[in-house]
DNA sequence: TCCTTTGCAGATAACGGTTATCAAGAAATA
DNA sequence: TATTTCTTGATAACCGTTATCTGCAAAGGA
């Protein structure tokens, strides 16, 4: 079933967000593990203030400035995806915290992560034509989803 | 010869913006000529401020803000690829007003556009897939150019 | 040519998500 | 328990961009 793979996939990222903390011998407060079980249980690519929001609802007193700690802390570690957008906003992928492609509905935000082909041939392409020494790519596809395609 | 190529192209890419501007009825300035020659002219993808030093070698009381409203002219009338980045900052390219890949060099933030396969394929896969409709897309490759690479 | 209308240039204030800063509190260490 | 180090929460600062406003200049009509 669809839902279980991700469930584990959920609960193996969150394990792994947990012992490269406890590896580097950050402390793991509350508010710390509210927000990484928030970034490996979402799908949706979260802004800073949907987690903001939803952490405050266990423990009401948190500050923005203690999300966007954890999350630089996460970004150090490797173990969360930053998209970062022109308009100074950002998006957040704790689940697949490696660059991969994105499909942006330009309507509603919605994020998604499509199962494509993927893009190394292109990176390999790339450093062979350019002499670049490729070190991450960004691949976004932009457009109208599917429910927005409907509601005009 | 690859310079002269390119002079054609720069030429050719000025004339186009220009009888774009005049289609429109768009009043054609000293200093919109000036902004326009520039973007014809780079291959360098400058930032907004490259572009404001060099139309004030020739028209010194040129305003930043004349130069920003140029641009979101130019973006108007699709004759202008913005590259925007999360930091807030812009590049453009004039010479080839559409998505294609770039190679962006992470310590020199030199951009360069390589000639590479299309991603047309990889935009229809992701049609099929996700059901988006796909208008537009971004695609960045960060890494050390050449240059770079050699002085550590 | 004069007058009216419209568009553009230049200057500057406002914007907003992020980052920096700092005092107070909590956890580790001894 | 005392001391050190880390973390939280609150708030100021940041900075390229955007919005706003005033004066000027180019079109267009009579
Ligand atoms: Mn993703
Ligand atoms: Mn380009
Ligand atoms: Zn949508
Ligand atoms: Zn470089």
Redesign the interface.
Known sequence: MKNQERSLRHESRLNQMLSRVRDRHFRLTPQRMAILQILANSEEHPTVEDIYQQVKTRFPTTSLATVYKTIALLKELDEVLEL?????S?RYDGNRPYPH?H?I??KCKKI?D????S?DE??E???Q??????????????????EC?DKP
Chains 1, 2 share one sequence.
Do not use: W
């Open positions: 970062g957008f022109p308009d100074g950002n492609p499909a509905c330009t998604m499509p199962e494509i082909s893009v292109l990176s392409e790339m450093r034509k350019t002499g670049y020494t490729i070190s991450f790519h960004r691949l976004d596809f932009f457009g109208l989803c599917p395609q």
